[in-house]
């Protein structure tokens, strides 16, 4: 258990004392639906946001099109690696700062990440406009798809990959001193104006591919617009700060934010390496199959987001009670969340194994694709449990400081098994055998979850224990 310095008792501002009580006292299923309602909500309409350029580039009915937008969603993930970094790292530490009476050093957490966070996005989108061509072929383009997705990676990566940083970002950081509502509106807003956009800029102006990845980009300028203003509203009533004159020059800061943001990062960097794995190995089976598994592992990011939700919610909460050594609450909001989360997907399997078809042909007319898409998600959302207890048992271990445990667990779903099954299962059954690997993964890493949590939970009982 780390030890914390108290420079004084934090004393929200009046305005902010109903958010803080929601961590302090509020009964758990109480706080966890205040606090993971609207994350829930934002991540649905997140999910709607990130389908929606599948969706309208799928009514072009060209799979060659569809194919291109899921080619550069590996790469878009290394966006979110970024604000995954800056976020949960910062996240968990503003959290834990606010529940031991640290506020000015949460402050300063807040400043690091977002000046941090620019810093590395302007990098990589450097990066991918230096090296454009040899990442799309890296993640499978070929001469059916790579115009298609050059125009896409241009305006989302290259000119937008700031903007898409910094609104994940400020999310994030929002949420971290209670303002979920807040944060969600932010994020929904953007998803919104995002399927306004879409159809505008693809059909009405002939864009096509290119238009998705405007009317993205522009989404995405715009929440980081809502932040900003929120921000300037609320200023010195907010510990969120962007001013480098706040900047904390220690090392300590930046290791507790990296220690812990680094597993959620790797996470979506190691799905970046699976995904490019996946889509060469599907490429060589036609535009029709990629487009396929594009099309499911969207629909199936469904149970996935409402988790992600739901762990958002709580991360702040549990970090809060871990600061103020208040583990019981620890426990308990983490084992709640899991069970609501557990229940949803399993909601979601008995959805998508019976009407799979009609929710493939929502996406796209084409009929290989819909009987290949239908297949693919019926055999990927088969463990999506398993998914939820590991994500929620990961995001405890974030919201507490254990990055160590959260990079295990981390490591072990992505690339360390994901990875050599592919090509074995693509050698047993051609094709098919690609969308078996998810659902074995999902099984195993909860075997491993499980038991660094049961490690954990002995450790929390004896520190409550000792507090009594």
Not at 39 to 47: D, P
Not at 149 to 177: C, D, K, Q
Not at 212 to 223: D, K, M, Q
Not at 412 to 417: A, G, L, N, P
Request: glycine fraction near 6%; proline fraction near 4%.
């Amino acid at each position: 258990m780390e030890d914390v310095q108290h420079e004084s008792v934090y004393v929200a501002p009046a305005h902010d004392a109903a958010r803080i009580e929601v961590f302090r006292s509020a009964s758990i299923p109480s706080a966890v639906a205040s606090l993971a309602l609207p994350t829930v909500i934002s991540q649905l309409v997140t999910m709607i946001y990130n389908v929606t350029d599948t969706f309208f580039v799928g009514q072009l009915g060209d799979p060659r099109k569809v194919a291109a937008v899921s080619l550069v969603m590996p790469a878009y993930t290394m966006l979110t690696a970024i604000a995954n970094l800056f976020g949960v790292g910062g996240s968990s530490v503003i959290s834990r700062f606010l529940g031991s009476g640290q506020p000015a050093k949460a402050k300063q957490t807040s400043s690091f990440c977002l000046l941090s966070a620019i810093f590395v996005a302007a990098i990589f989108s450097i990066l991918a406009f230096i090296f454009q061509r040899p990442l799309l072929m890296l993640l499978g383009a070929n001469q059916e798809t790579y115009d298609f997705a050059s125009n896409y990676i241009i305006w989302v990566l290259v000119i937008g990959g700031i903007p898409t940083v910094m609104g994940m970002l400020f999310g994030h950081l929002v949420r971290s001193e209670g303002g979920a509502k807040q944060a969600s509106i932010g994020m929904s807003f953007g998803g919104i104006l995002n399927i306004i956009l879409d159809p505008i800029f693809i059909f009405t102006f002939g864009l096509e591919v290119k238009g998705a990845a405007i009317a993205t980009l522009l989404s995405n300028c715009a929440v980081v617009c809502y932040f900003v203003v929120y921000l300037a509203y609320k200023k010195g009533k907010t510990i969120i700060s962007f001013v480098p004159r706040d900047l904390n020059q220690e090392f300590s800061i930046a290791a507790k934010v990296v220690s812990v943001g680094l597993p959620a990062s790797l996470q979506n960097i190691l799905s970046l390496t699976s995904n490019t794995v996946l889509n060469n190995l599907t490429a060589k089976y036609g535009s029709a199959a990629l487009a396929a598994i594009g099309i499911a592992k969207k629909i199936d990011m469904l149970p996935m987001n409402v988790t992600m939700g739901i762990s958002q919610g709580v991360l702040p909460f549990i970090g809060y009670n871990y600061g103020a050594k208040r583990f019981d609450r620890v426990h308990q909001a983490n084992k709640f969340a899991r069970t609501v989360a557990v229940c949803f997907s399993l909601l979601c399997i008995i959805i998508f194994e019976i009407f799979a078809e009609p929710i493939v042909r929502l996406f796209i007319n084409d009929p290989e694709t819909i009987r290949l898409g239908a297949n693919f998600l019926r055999i990927l959302c088969l463990m999506t449990p398993m998914m939820a207890i590991s994500y929620l048992i990961t995001t405890m271990f974030q919201a507490t400081g254990q990055g160590k445990r959260a990079l295990t667990i981390s490591v072990f779903r992505k690339t360390t098994i994901d990875v050599p099954l592919m090509f074995l299962m693509d050698k047993l059954i051609p094709l098919y055998g690609l969308m078996t690997v998810q659902p074995i993964v999902d099984t195993l890493s909860v075997g491993l979850a499980f038991a660094l949590y049961r490690d954990f939970s002995r450790k929390l009982a004896a520190q409550t224990d000792q507090l009594k």
